[in-house]
């Protein structure tokens, strides 16, 4: 294990070598760094080009120059990491710093966002196979797939961000858009439920309704703009989390599954009392807040442990995700809370541009909405595309899984289709997915190029753009290094999964 | 380059997502037709002097002139104006070393130190008579003397005195060498010790000192500007301000070692971090306040302020892709904006007109075709060059490629005066008697045939790729051709690169533009014999002459002569073919008073300091 973790190491800095050589030599071949001052009408033009051959080395052999490079990487082997400077003379290194935290969460969060949803939608895809609900969504996700990313930004910004600002101001529901909502909705949920006919029928009419009711009731409330949920309707729905988590990871029948499920609900919202101030200003940010969510995760453990007695496994399940999606919901309630307050500071809270906005100042809360809804539009369009391929892995492996022998000796068996589903064939499918996955994070950092560009974060894929123009090869290369590492990296990680998903694999 | 290509490509896109997205156009082109009715009225009794003036734009005082006008009343207002030059990214306060150097960078500094004059939207030089007053009181030898306003100060207190532009000199004089005879100081500009040997003169605490220079000099009046403070400087290499002072007169380059030192790099910091407080006093009416790295800089008004309030508490510049801009204008995340002169985003801008004011404007930047005179069928034939002058459409190329962004474009008849320049007409009246005005393809053909060369290949080079210049050759194409010459688009990524068409001279014309300074004498490297901008290797000793004159006279009426003396050479010998000033676009929140555009470098934030929103 150690020997093939090493051997994969060694043949890393093998391949990031190769791969900082032949894009240096691009980079510094790839146009004129001088441009701009060779048209410059300044009377010390000559001047300022001397100077800047000097300090950017043109003079020297392109060896030379990558030897400059190369000498100040090897210091990360002893800790003194020199990425050296850009034509600006500024430290590409606390260039790198600077722009690492806003790329990684804007690729992380999307890339989380996309599992998630991109698998959801794989296995209902592929458990309705050939439905039209099926179809439809292979239509949109290879619609979304092949939008062009600056593209489909610029239209994201019209409609979710400059029309939901303006709509904000004043926000109503017109009878128009409740009715388009609410016949998606009677369409698309028993699409998803399936069922007999009359079933969907149903279904499709309760959706319909319930949307009619809800969303002028949103509107009496002034919902958009001072959004709710109190612990009553927390708990609502922690309880409806309990029981359906129940049914589709153990069965209702397995009362101790339900009941620890049911205690973490109850636990839960006297934790939510018990917070409720502490919450209100976190000491420490968001340590305090992930520090909460850790012991959620170890009292939701402890629970299912001591509940769950034969089932104790299903049971831990269970209870550790209604803990985090209480959790979570407790969370959006704090946001919530703090939103009318936010909208004072901000009146038009999506932007088009930047990472967070300059000079604002708030409570936790509020900045960290403040940085949530600056991530709004980049992180849709970056899930978009990657959505599309989680979904379409996720959905051709479980046909595959769904097909094997060992599918059909289960049901042969007599084991119940939630069973076949998510133990046996979800699990097997999972294993092609941690390559994509693998792939997709060095992938997105690549992707982040054109979505920081078009909405002016100050990332890696900005400090690559401009370098690049420039014919300014440090901070393309620290972009390439770091880039190519991610990957690297990540694949090593991936193949050291397949050993956790496959008994089989041995490394 | 690249940078350019993907922002045009997304601009044009952007466009196309506009129209499928479908935004109410009916309402849009209703408004337009109503606003147009009283466009023209307002024309009519506006009567307004500044071509730069934009419709819908207020003012809380109507400038009188292309300077600024007097915002005396204005007071400051609690408020935050967010401005995006560009997406380039501010490097540092100390914004003339060649590493920090930029356009964009001096679009910031140059809100926070203030000097004896500033560029008008004309781009010509206004003394700032509330900083101080220069004259010239002698001229033989050519002195002037400068006097600094009793109450300007740094924002800490100190007084501005000559010590100040002792040291202001000091980085701009290359004869101040270290023991390896580089100079100390790696400033941009080493004019002012060549030209000023002894520095200037007086009491380093006092308010007025002289400069003497050793001839004199056309360009005098845009030497000594704002400066940077010496008594920090002084403080971080360990002397008192009066032994830095002796130092620069004695030229003691061991004492300077650190000051130069401090003065190279000790301003210079990682992007997101400003140095220490107390080591970045201003002059101006803004104080550098908060920078996060790659997206946003705040200045803050100065509180210790010596001059007229400023209209706004906070300007954030912001670095955005010039792509975006157009949205985050609607969107509000920008409230003056300078997205790319292009013809769609004029559209867009136009669709937006009762939220943001369209300013069009011409940039100090301007078009030519340049005739290679080291080789080729042009180098040695007046005639050949004639008969390709005739048949450039050049009406036909800014009707078609520049009108679009900006009606008011006209074919440019000069090179050492712009459009928009007061003396231009002048200039062009003496100089130009209007032969090329016309296309004349039949007389360009009878010039061929006579000097029998029908079928002359002509590669016209450009940096490439550029959308603009590839029509621009298109349509000389579409008109020469016809004439017998063969127009051949020589446009490539490399060609002012080093072993590029340009420097092997594989190009019989040149296509592209030069970056106007304003300063007088700039058109000597390009015109004089041998001289470093040359490229076309052109020589004419009546033209180094008056360039000789010109760069040594200073009086203004005397350098309009001179001007037009060169200009009647460079056309009768047909230098080159001027086209056209490059247009510019920029919005501003119709809520705003008091933004104007300009054709000077600072563009459209050259007086943030007079924005104020309205209540």
């Known amino acids: 294990m150690y020997s093939y973790v090493l051997k994969r190491l060694l043949s890393a800095i093998a391949v990031l070598f190769g791969a900082s050589l032949l894009v240096f030599v691009l980079v510094i071949n790839s146009g004129d760094p001088l441009q701009e001052l060779r048209e410059s009408n300044a009377e010390n033009v000559e001047f300022l080009i001397q100077q800047r051959i000097s300090f950017m080395n043109l003079d020297e052999p392109w060896y030379s120059r990558y030897w400059i490079w190369l000498t100040g990487i090897a210091g990360c082997a002893v800790g003194a990491c020199e990425f050296g400077t850009n034509m600006s003379g500024q430290d590409v290194g606390a260039m790198v710093a600077n722009s690492a935290s806003s790329t990684l969460r804007l690729v992380f969060i999307a890339t989380i966002l996309s599992i998630i949803i991109g698998i959801l939608t794989g296995i209902v895809t592929a458990i309705r196979q050939y439905s039209s609900l099926d179809y439809a969504v292979s239509f949109f996700v290879f619609l979304f797939f092949s939008l062009p990313v600056f593209w489909a930004a610029v239209l994201a910004k019209d409609w979710m961000g400059i029309t939901y600002n303006n709509w904000l101001r004043e926000p109503q529901f017109s009878w128009t858009q409740i009715i388009v909502v609410g016949v998606v909705a009677a369409i698309l949920v028993p699409l998803i439920i399936g069922g007999s006919a009359r079933r969907r029928l149903l279904t499709g009419a309760v959706m319909f309704g319930f949307v009619l009711v809800v969303m002028p009731l949103m509107d009496s409330l002034n919902y958009a703009r001072e959004p709710r949920l109190g612990p009553a309707v927390i708990t609502l729905l922690g309880i409806g989390l309990a029981f359906g988590l129940t049914a589709l990871l153990s069965g209702l029948n397995n009362r101790r599954v339900l009941y620890s499920a049911l205690t973490v609900v109850g636990v839960g919202l006297v934790s939510y009392y018990a917070t409720f101030w502490l919450l209100i200003e976190p000491p420490g940010g968001w340590l305090t807040v992930i520090g909460l969510f850790l012991v959620t995760i170890a009292v939701a453990v402890l629970i299912g442990r001591t509940m769950g007695g034969h089932a104790k496994g299903q049971a831990v399940a269970v209870s550790v995700i209604t803990a985090s999606l209480f959790a979570v919901m407790v969370l959006l309630d704090h946001f919530m809370r703090a939103w009318p307050g936010f909208l004072g500071l901000k009146p038009r809270p999506i932007a088009t541009i930047g990472s967070s906005s300059p000079n604002f100042s708030g409570d936790f809360w509020e900045v960290a909405l403040d940085q949530g809804t600056q991530l709004v539009l980049p992180t849709t369009i970056l899930m978009l595309v990657s959505v599309a391929t989680y979904t379409r892995y996720t959905r051709s492996s479980m046909l595959e899984a769904v097909n094997q022998d060992y599918i059909r000796t289960a049901r042969a068996k007599g084991v119940n289709e939630r069973t076949v589903v998510f133990k046996h064939a979800f699990r097997n499918s999972m294993i092609p997915l941690t390559t994509i996955v693998a792939f997709d994070f060095a992938g997105l950092i690549g992707g982040a190029v054109v979505v920081e560009q078009v909405f002016g974060w100050s990332g890696m894929g900005n400090m690559f753009v401009t370098g690049l123009s420039s014919s300014d090869p440090a901070p393309v290369m620290a972009f390439t290094l770091i880039t190519g590492a991610a990957a690297v990296l990540f694949n090593l990680i991936a193949d050291l999964m397949y050993a956790v998903l496959d008994p089989r694999i041995r490394v | ?615």
């Open chain 2, 1 to 615: 380059m690249k940078l350019r290509k993907l922002s045009a490509a997304t601009a044009i896109l952007a466009t196309g997502a506009l129209v499928l997205s479908g935004c109410t156009p009916d309402g849009g082109n209703g408004d337009a037709e109503a606003e147009d009715t009283s466009n023209g009225e307002n024309g009519e009794t506006s009567g307004n002097t500044d071509a730069f003036s934009a419709e819908g734009q207020q003012y809380t005082t109507e400038p009188e002139d292309t300077g600024k006008a007097d915002t005396s009343d204005l007071e400051t207002m609690e408020d935050e104006i967010s401005v995006s030059m560009g997406e380039i990214e501010f490097v540092g306060y100390n914004g003339s070393t060649p590493e920090s150097y930029s356009v964009y960078n001096s679009t910031v500094v140059n809100r926070i130190f203030e000097g004896f004059g500033y560029w008008g939207t004309d781009n010509v030089w206004y003394a700032n008579e509330d900083f101080g007053s220069y004259e010239v009181i002698s001229e033989d030898p050519f002195t002037v003397e400068y006097t600094i306003g009793e109450d300007v100060s740094w924002s800490d207190g100190t007084p501005v005195t000559v010590a100040d532009y002792v040291l202001d000199w000091a980085y701009q004089n290359a004869s101040l060498t270290n023991s390896d005879d580089e100079p100390l100081f790696n400033g941009i500009s080493q004019t002012y010790g060549e030209r000023v040997l002894e520095g200037p003169q007086g009491d380093p605490d006092g308010k007025t000192f002289t400069i003497e220079y050793s001839e004199p000099f056309a360009d005098w009046e845009i030497m000594v500007n704002s400066t940077l403070p010496a008594h920090v400087v002084a403080e971080q290499s360990d002397l008192e301000l009066e032994e830095l002072v002796t130092a620069v007169r004695e030229a003691d380059t061991e004492a300077l070692e650190p000051v130069a030192e401090f003065w190279n790099d000790g301003w210079l910091t990682d992007p997101g971090t400003l140095p220490d407080e107390e080591l970045i006093p201003v002059t101006g009416p803004y104080t550098l306040d908060n920078w996060q790295a790659g997206e946003s800089l705040t200045i803050t008004a100065n509180e210790e302020y010596w001059g007229n309030a400023p209209g706004t508490e906070r300007i954030v510049f912001r670095f955005v892709n010039d792509g975006q801009h157009v949205q985050a204008l609607e969107n509000g995340d920008l409230n003056v904006a300078r997205p790319q002169a292009t013809v769609d985003t004029r559209g867009q801008l136009e669709r937006l007109e009762d939220q943001i004011v369209l300013h069009e404007g011409e940039a100090a930047t301007w078009e030519h075709l340049d005739f290679n005179f080291n080789d080729g069928p042009f180098s040695e034939s007046l005639e050949l060059r004639e008969a390709f002058a005739m048949c450039v459409p050049r009406q036909q190329i800014v009707s078609n490629l520049i009108e679009p962004v900006n009606p008011e474009a006209s074919v440019l008849n000069a090179r050492e005066s712009l459009t928009f320049e007061e003396n231009y007409e002048d200039i062009v009246a003496e100089s130009y008697d209007g032969t090329y005005d016309e296309v004349d393809v039949e007389g360009a053909a009878e010039i061929l045939e006579a000097e029998d060369a029908v079928g002359t290949e002509v590669r016209i080079g450009y940096a490439g790729p550029n959308p603009r210049r590839t029509d621009t050759v298109a349509e000389i194409k579409a008109s020469c051709d016809e004439a017998g010459f063969e127009i051949v688009d020589s446009g490539s990524e490399d060609f002012f690169g080093p072993g590029g068409a340009q420097e092997t001279g594989d190009y019989e014309v040149a296509l592209f533009a030069w970056a106007g300074s304003g300063q007088v004498v700039s058109g000597q490297n390009i015109y004089s014999t041998d001289r470093p901008q040359n490229y076309g290797g052109y020589s004419n000793e009546t033209v180094d002459d008056l360039f000789n004159q010109l760069a040594t006279t200073e009086d203004a009426d005397e350098q309009q002569e001179i001007i037009i003396g060169i200009e009647q050479e460079l056309w009768g010998d047909l230098f080159g073919i001027p086209l056209y000033v490059h247009p510019q676009l920029s919005g501003s929140d119709i809520s705003i008073s008091n933004v104007r555009d300009t054709a000077s470098q600072d563009q459209i934030v050259w007086n943030a300091e007079q924005w104020q929103r309205a209540e």
